[in-house]
């Protein structure tokens, strides 16, 4: 009896000490996990504040997504954001018992122990619920490479940790904090990570306007983006979306009938996928990201002392200038705008500045760039102008190599100069740019550069000059192919641009629009052993004969002669006019010398637009702004942005200068503006084109926006068309894209608006038509 009782005591003990032996396993494992015996588990503050790359948002003044900055493309989005479709979709097909449990399924737990521990099928995973995804993606497993029995625990133990994170954030967070945390972590491929992002990519909504089908494709692409890829993978995505409706089905989510319409919908994309390359605004944004994360200049990295001095001045008085690093966040590091999810607030309108793409990509593709490819034809393709002999033209390419990447990775890698000519010259599989897309060709590296350089460069920027505000900015014809950015990075010969300047200057002192100078040349001494200079007239044929007469300073501006800006300069010092231009908004270094009556000049387009604001805003010169406020990724406003002002000229002289500059486009150099362009209502501007049609310009004044264009070559040696002066090259841009934005009934800028006119205005006289200089008409050749 006593052998009995001993047998069932042993078989008792033995029996509980199987069936607890897991148990005592799990709790022993559990405590080791929580002891940090197999790696640190997150901290209640890493909970609290879970770490993930969110990318920086660039946001337009009309609310609109410019693009991103980002290691990975999140953006954040709360709960009552997002659809109830997609938290259907979701929950249906990923964790159906989402809301009666504590972060651990049970019933998937039998599931995940017998796929993947008993079968090893390690692909499975199935019965993870939302909270476990959550985790693995906030803290990811360690995916080193392992094998056998070591890798097979690595896994136990990595799923026992998610298990407790996942425990930790169920009693940390709300369930639909959990659910938008999910949701925002997430990838969906083509660089979307998070559904705000998806939505906008595969969809151009935002997550709140998701339908139900759309939940279901996104939904369908959680576990393999790439496989159920819906832009490459159209069928095998349509059959996942729809496996994904059929649970909405099941769980009360959809009718029948809804079911069945649904699921016989083809998928329908609005795809535009966001890259640091495309999209809108690309060198806008590019700018940003320059300025955003400048260093504090050092000397020793710059070769140009001026350069020094302004980018460290810059750097002292530009609050934007390097605000990552000026600014630190309270942990005391600087600011990322590739991790930490701010929202950059710009002063671009999205409207105004798909208008100005538009607009120069259709003159430049369909005019100016068909004329010069006509002119390189008759040449014999020869890139350069003909004052360039062969000898300088293979110096001038020479260089060109040494500027690209292959030459400098070459050099680093140690390849001999024959070697890397051999490169050169060596046929490469390669895509190129077009006017009407990209080229897959084959090409030597050598004949790439030559062929770039046949592309003429273009650039245009627009400005609120009331307020500074930057409304678009275009730095080239593509910032995929041509990143250098004309608006604020090249400086250029500005031509007759310049010379509203010297006009102020007469006019600040005393002169007026209607008094009469004689149209002869004009010559200057330039000191010992130099040659007088005396500058002359551009050759028009239409005004040889006002050669010798007496013209109005009006007719002079409206119809860029030289020799009357020659005559003004005799009236007036040039350091005079560098320094009103200066206070006017050009900060590119300018010589004193006579000639600067003629533009020879290399200002910025940006700098030139801005200035030429000045007359707009009543003689108050306003610095360019492109940002208004920057928030992190709570919302909180972390600075905001006010613009520079200073008063440059007196109102009454500013509306003169309006006055005059509207004699350009009405019977000066750019009249075809208003008689061929038919652009309608106030406005003025300015053409400016530089010696053998280098450069062409042009700025438009408006009463609520002042923008400019500059087309040129990508090197001086590179010249325009014989008709290459900027009313040709540059004005037209102005013109298509002003027409745009009037005909746009949602944008507040129309051409019934009005310069204002000083309260107070001394009598002054506009109408030059009773002097005795004439006006040419549209009969004159000028205007053939």
């Given at each position: ?337 590739y991790k930490d999810g701010l929202k950059i607030y710009t002063t671009v309108n999205s409207k105004l500045q798909r208008y100005a793409e538009e607009a120069l990509k259709d ?83 050598m004949d790439s550069i030559k062929y770039y350089k046949r592309f003429l460069r273009a650039s245009f920027v627009a400005i609120e000059p009331q307020t500074g505000n930057v ?172 613009p520079q002002k200073n008063e440059a000229i007196n109102d009454q002289t500013a509306y003169v200068m309006i006055e005059m500059l509207k004699g350009v486009v009405h019977g ?117």
């Amino acid at each position: 009896m006593s052998n009995n009782k001993e047998l069932r005591h042993k078989f008792l003990l033995w029996f509980w000490g199987v069936v607890s032996a897991p148990f005592v396993l799990l709790l022993l494992v559990f405590s080791l996990i929580g002891l940090g015996v197999f790696g640190p588990l997150p901290t209640f503050e890493q909970l609290e504040n879970p770490s993930s790359n969110l990318a920086t948002e660039i946001i337009s003044e009309d609310g609109q997504l410019l693009g991103t900055f980002y290691v990975q493309n999140r953006s954040f989005v709360n709960y009552d954001e997002i659809s109830p479709n997609l938290v259907g979709a979701l929950l249906s097909t990923e964790d159906v018992r989402f809301y009666n449990h504590s972060g651990i399924d049970f019933r998937g737990l039998t599931r995940v122990f017998v796929k993947t521990i008993i079968m090893g099928n390690e692909s499975q995973g199935g019965g993870s619920t939302i909270s476990q995804q959550l985790a693995k993606q906030l803290f990811p497993r360690d995916t080193s490479s392992r094998s056998g029995l070591v890798r097979k625990m690595n896994l136990v133990v990595t799923k026992f940790k998610e298990w407790i994170v996942a425990v930790k954030l169920e009693r940390n967070y709300t369930k639909e904090e959990i659910l938008a945390m999910y949701l925002n972590m997430v990838p969906f491929g083509n660089n979307a990570w998070g559904v705000k992002t998806a939505a906008k990519i595969y969809f151009d909504k935002t997550p709140a306007d998701l339908t139900a089908e759309e939940s279901a494709l996104l939904v369908g692409m959680l576990n393999a983006p790439s496989r159920y890829n819906p832009v490459r993978h159209e069928e095998r995505a349509t059959a996942k979306r729809n496996f994904v409706l059929e649970k909405m089905y099941s769980n009360d989510l959809l009718s029948s009938d809804q079911l069945d319409s649904l699921s016989a919908l083809p998928i329908k994309l609005k795809f535009s996928p966001m890259d640091n390359t495309g999209g809108i605004a690309p060198y806008f944004r590019e700018m940003l990201r320059i300025v955003l994360t400048a260093k504090k200049p050092s000397s020793s990295d710059y070769w140009d002392q001026a350069q020094y001095e302004a980018d460290l001045e810059r750097w002292n008085t530009d609050p934007l200038y390097g605000w990552c690093n000026k600014n630190l966040k309270p942990d005391g590091t600087p600011y990322n705008i590739y991790k930490d999810g701010l929202k950059i607030y710009t002063t671009v309108n999205s409207k105004l500045q798909r208008y100005a793409e538009e607009a120069l990509k259709d003159h430049m593709a369909n005019t100016v760039q068909k004329e010069f490819d006509a002119q390189q034809k008759r040449s014999n393709y020869r890139i350069y102008s003909n004052d360039i002999d062969n000898a300088k033209a293979k110096e001038l390419l020479a260089i060109a190599v040494k500027q690209t990447d292959r030459y400098r990775n070459l050099r680093n890698a140690g390849a001999s100069e024959e070697e890397i000519d051999r490169s050169f010259n060596t046929p490469t599989d390669m895509t190129v740019f077009s006017y009407k897309g990209d080229v897959d060709t084959t090409l030597t590296p050598m004949d790439s550069i030559k062929y770039y350089k046949r592309f003429l460069r273009a650039s245009f920027v627009a400005i609120e000059p009331q307020t500074g505000n930057v409304k678009a900015w275009v730095g080239g014809p593509s910032f995929e192919y041509f990143k250098y950015d004309q608006v604020y990075q090249g400086r250029r010969q500005v031509g007759s641009t310049f010379k509203p300047f010297l006009y102020t200057l007469a006019m600040q002192e005393g002169m007026k629009p209607c008094d009469q100078v004689p149209n002869v040349p004009v010559t200057f001494d330039m000191g010992p052993d130099q040659e007088p200079w005396s500058p002359k007239n551009a050759y028009t044929k239409y005004l040889e004969k006002y050669n010798g007469q007496m013209v109005t300073l009006k007719f002079g501006l409206a119809h860029s002669i030289n020799n009357i800006s020659a005559y003004l300069m005799k009236q007036y010092s040039p350091q005079a006019v560098v320094d009103l231009a200066h206070k006017m908004g050009i900060h590119s270094p300018l010589d004193p010398v006579v000639s600067i009556c003629l533009g020879p000049s290399d200002i910025t387009l940006l700098e030139m637009v801005s200035s030429y604001g000045t007359f707009v805003n009543k003689g108050v010169h306003v610095e360019p702004i492109t940002v208004l406020r920057i928030e992190d990724k709570h919302g909180n406003t972390l600075a905001s942005f006010a613009p520079q002002k200073n008063e440059a000229i007196n109102d009454q002289t500013a509306y003169v200068m309006i006055e005059m500059l509207k004699g350009v486009v009405h019977g000066g150099t750019a009249a075809k503006l208003t008689y061929q362009y038919k652009v309608p209502g106030d406005v003025a501007g300015k053409t400016g084109t530089t010696n053998n049609n280098s450069d062409g310009w042009f700025i438009g004044i408006t009463p609520r926006l002042v923008a400019g264009t500059w087309v040129g070559g990508e090197e001086r040696s590179i010249h325009l068309t014989n008709r290459g002066e900027g009313a040709a090259v540059a004005m037209p841009v102005f013109a298509k894209f002003i027409t745009k934005v009037y005909n746009d009934a949602t944008i507040p800028l129309k051409p019934n608006l009005s310069f204002e006119r000083p309260s107070v205005m001394p009598d002054v006289t506009f109408d030059c038509t009773s002097q005795p200089a004439e006006e040419p008409t549209k009969d004159d050749e000028f205007f053939q």
